[in-house]
């Protein structure tokens, strides 16, 4: 989760490179990992995130969720990781 949260927070910085937010939500055993930048994402940016990537981050971060994805915004995105099955007691 720590790999993955900071695969995320990479990410914006070094391709958004605008202020960022990091969110974490744990709803009963779903935890989710969200980081909230204010870079556009290009028309054919959610494909690209989708398919093969010229990095590795999101590819670790596909190997360790297991759920992940972008949502557009107005003003920016969201890239996000859920995780099944997690317990905070751990």
């Not at 990095?55 to 972008?70: C, E, K, N, Q, Y």
Request: without cysteine.
């Amino acid at each position: 989760m720590v790999t993955a949260a900071n695969e995320l927070v990479t990410n914006a910085v070094e391709h958004a490179r605008t202020g960022q937010r990091l969110d974490l939500d744990l709803v009963e055993e779903h935890l989710r990992i969200a980081v909230r930048d204010h870079a556009p994402l290009p028309r054919s940016e959610h494909e690209r995130l989708r398919g093969p990537r010229p990095g590795r981050g999101l590819d670790i971060v596909d190997a360790l969720a297991t759920d992940w994805g972008v949502v557009p915004h107005d003003d920016g995105k969201t890239l996000w990781a859920g995780f099944t099955g997690w317990d905070a007691r751990r």
